[in-house]
């Protein structure tokens, strides 16, 4: 059960970062897919997540309306488009896997993160 998280970088402030996630096993299968950030010093919180068949998202308060998540049950893959970045948006990117959708951390499976960081 593996899930590799890439796709982070620096991008300025108004700019996009597409992060993607790939998964093997039981960790894609069947499972909901979810995104968590974490910033230096601080916990870490949900972004957004989805169900299995993608009809079902869920969003932080904080990236309605910019941030797009999304999945392809054939390459094993979910996708976080990040429009109209804010510096506040830095901080280390996890996917994870569960069971069930949820913005709590209690997921079963997880990724190592990648870096995601906007200048102002």
């Known amino acids: 059960v593996q899930l590799q998280a890439f796709g982070g970088g620096f991008a300025q402030a108004g700019g996009s970062l597409r992060l993607s996630c790939a998964a093997s096993?039981?960790?894609?299968?069947?499972?909901?897919l979810g995104w968590f950030r974490q910033a230096p010093g601080k916990e870490r919180n949900f972004v957004a997540a989805?169900?299995?068949?993608?009809?079902?998202?869920l969003y932080a308060d904080s990236v309605k309306g910019r941030f797009t998540i999304s999945r392809d049950n054939a390459k094993n893959t979910v996708y976080l488009q990040m429009n109209n970045l804010k510096p506040e948006d830095t901080a280390v990117y996890y996917c994870?896997?569960?069971?069930?959708?949820?913005?709590?951390?209690?997921?079963?499976?997880w990724g190592q993160g990648t870096q995601v960081t906007v200048s102002s």
């Open positions: 994870a896997a569960d069971w069930r959708l949820s913005d709590q951390a209690a997921y079963s499976y």
């Open positions: 989805i169900n299995w068949s993608g009809d079902s998202t």
């Open positions: 096993g039981r960790a894609f299968s069947g499972h909901a």
